[in-house]
């Protein structure tokens, strides 16, 4: 059983978590500006950065106001699946190294990441956040939390996915174009398939041997 301290515990583990990110992020952004990168969708970055905060919050407030309790199987399954959202998250930190970031930066004369968990699905750290936000709140029954933060953050990562993908430019939608957004090729039922390993970015695939993946 995971009592409810030891949830707070682990939404305050959450939030450590995200203030390293945000000094992270602010690290590499330095980094990448002094290089020649650009910032694109910068207008809302600060909803997203609330957004976040106010996720954790509404977790803590739920556990203790509701009095929710411990779901046995379920929470500990809930638990991990937020581990796996967390190693996934940082598998994306690790593969994209100094150019991983909070925010839209883009590098223009870089080509696109394509190895790692990019090698399966365009945007894997977004999809880190889509488990992490249904998951961690149902550690302990918030499911309140859990549905209304899901909601906001298919909101949200429309808006963001759209922006960034724009902000990408030509060159990552030919690289990308045989590769899903969200789910891996093997969850879609075939619906279309991740790069050969021999493939590199801006290379284009011949038609024939895969099938364009629905947007």
Do not use: K
Not at 17 to 29: K, M, P, V
Not at 114 to 122: C, I, Q
Not at 187 to 200: K, Q
Request: glycine share 8%; charged share 15%; net charge positive.
């Amino acid at each position: 059983m995971i009592s409810r301290g030891a949830f707070l515990l682990i939404l305050g583990a959450l939030a450590l978590e995200r203030l390293f990110e945000l000094w992270l992020s602010a690290r590499n952004a330095r980094r990448a500006f002094a290089a020649g990168a650009v910032e694109a969708g910068g207008e809302h970055y600060a909803a997203m950065a609330a957004f976040h905060a106010l996720f954790i919050l509404s977790a803590a407030a739920e556990a203790i106001l509701f009095d929710r309790p411990f779901l046995g199987l379920f929470g500990w399954v809930a638990l991990a699946l937020a581990l796996a959202a967390q190693a996934l998250r940082y598998w994306c930190v690790a593969t994209l190294g100094p150019r991983w970031n909070t925010r839209i930066i883009v590098w223009p004369a870089a080509a696109p990441v394509s190895g790692g968990p990019y090698r399966l699905v365009r945007h894997p750290n977004y999809l880190a956040v889509i488990v992490e936000i249904a998951c961690v709140p149902m550690i302990h029954g918030c499911w309140l939390t859990a549905a209304v933060f899901s909601a906001g953050n298919a909101a949200l990562l429309m808006r963001r996915i759209r922006a960034e993908e724009g902000a990408l430019g030509p060159r990552y939608e030919l690289a990308f174009a045989a590769r899903p957004r969200l789910l891996p090729a093997m969850l879609r039922a075939g619906r279309c398939a991740p790069n050969p390993p021999g493939e590199t970015r801006g290379t284009r695939r011949p038609p024939t041997r895969v099938r364009p993946c629905r947007r």
